[in-house]
């Protein structure tokens, strides 16, 4: 009855338009309260959360993307891999995936990637005939790559929830990151061959590939730091995005020469307020889950939960309808604060690896950034693309499609997700 309580007050509140910071944290503190708890527990435990060196990683994270995207690397990237497979059939559709996938790698911002490489491929794509409806649906479910391929904020919160491996989140993104490209670039190709709605571009010369290439080769090169670093081992996460924000204010102010006082400006005070977001939640769910931890509500969910399912199967399938159904009204980051301290006990019991267990979740919660009403993606792409949100959202399902194709061959293969983090 608890459970039911508690999750019915949370629901009311979302739906009246409460922030969720504000709702988790309220009802966590009234549970503390009218539990015979000590409130003092509450400001102890934002304590403790601002007393971790690892959540030091999402605003140097968020620095390095800001600054990318105002420093307008996504044009030269672009330019580089339009030289290289612009020629192929839907060679620009290609081009707008490969590099979503590589300054995916860079930033870890779904947000960021979504629209730095939408500026420059809408135009192109569209001057070579192709669908509206495609280019929006496209370029939407691209950015959802920043938060599958690392690094990604969502995994260093999922990381700190169930105090799992970072770097091993890291690195089991890669490999669902290369599939989904690979599935994206394969409709890509398939929807130029079958359609008639795009013009054929000529092979690039040597000497514009050559061009392009040393352009980009410094973000290629920040992309290979970041990522291979992490691989081995040679500095944490939250080292990683202090190399990779060096590195993008020495890439777009010495080396590009595209950054400037007014722009670096807007590019921290963005970053701020979208760190302030993203604490501010994460106080709130701390200070809700030393509330329902206290009132058992993780073990009693746990207990239900390992009595009605007896195998990981029909748990996932569970877990996988909900998550689809919650990403119509929330966003992907409230969706994982609120489930994981949930399920999360249920895993060991279910012998479901928690490392295999976080890609599918952040797989299933990429689908909330391109589902109607609230995708964040969908409204990026709506303001670049100066679109109407029926346009955007009607060209994304068949990339829902291929992100829940990815899922099931996660679940049949896990070594997609494990190899390259336990086995290589």
């Known amino acids: 009855m608890t459970v039911i309580l508690v999750l019915g007050a949370l629901l009311l509140l979302l739906f009246l338009g409460v922030p ?19 409130p003092l527990m ?26 990318l995207l105002k420093g307008g690397v996504g044009r030269d990237l672009f330019a580089a891999v339009q030289s290289w497979v612009g020629h192929w059939p839907g060679g620009l559709a290609v081009a707008t995936i490969f590099s979503c996938g590589i300054f995916a790698a860079i930033s870890g911002s779904s947000v960021a990637t979504a629209a730095t490489i939408g500026t420059v491929a809408i135009p192109e794509m569209e001057q070579r005939g192709y669908r509206r409806r495609f280019i929006l649906g496209l370029l939407a479910a691209g950015g959802t790559l920043g938060i599958l391929i690392p690094p990604s904020i969502p995994m260093i919160v999922y990381g700190v929830i169930t105090e799992e491996s970072i770097g091993s989140l890291f690195l089991a993104g890669i490999g669902p990151g290369l599939v989904l490209i690979g599935l994206f670039v394969g409709f890509s190709v398939l929807y130029a061959w079958v359609g008639p709605d795009y013009t054929p571009m000529k092979r690039a010369g040597w000497d514009e590939r050559r061009r392009a290439g040393i352009r980009a080769l410094p973000t290629l090169a920040l992309a290979a730091l970041i990522v291979g670093g992490l691989y081995a081992g040679a500095f944490t996460p939250t080292e990683a995005a202090a190399v990779g924000f060096g590195g993008a204010l020495v890439l777009t102010g010495p080396v590009l020469r595209t950054m400037t006082w007014a722009k670096l400006r807007e590019a921290v005070m963005d970053s701020m307020k979208t760190t302030v977001t993203i604490l501010l939640i994460l106080a709130g769910a701390k200070i809700f889950g030393k509330a329902i931890t206290l009132y058992r509500i993780p073990q009693d969910i746990s207990s239900a939960i390992v009595a009605t399912f007896d195998t990981a199967g029909p748990f996932l399938l569970a877990v996988g309808a909900v998550l689809l159904i919650m990403g119509l009204v929330l966003e992907a980051l409230s969706m994982l604060l609120i489930m994981v301290p949930v399920l999360y006990p249920s895993l060991a019991a279910l012998g479901i690896d928690p490392i295999w267990f976080g890609i599918l979740f952040v797989i299933l919660i990429e689908c909330a950034l391109i589902t109607p009403p609230v995708g964040l993606n969908l409204y990026v792409v709506q303001a670049v693309g100066r679109a109407r949100m029926g346009e955007v959202a009607s060209g994304v399902w068949p990339f829902i499609i291929m992100m829940l194709a990815t899922v099931f061959a996660i679940y049949f293969l896990p070594d997609i997700a494990l190899y390259i983090p336990f086995r290589l």
């Open 20 to 38: 969720i910071a504000f709702a988790l944290g309220g009802l966590g503190l009234a549970m503390l309260i009218f539990g015979g708890f000590s």
């Open 42 to 67: 509450a400001p102890q435990g934002l304590y403790s959360l601002a007393d971790n060196f690892v959540l030091l990683a999402v605003p140097l994270f968020l620095l390095m993307s800001n600054i």
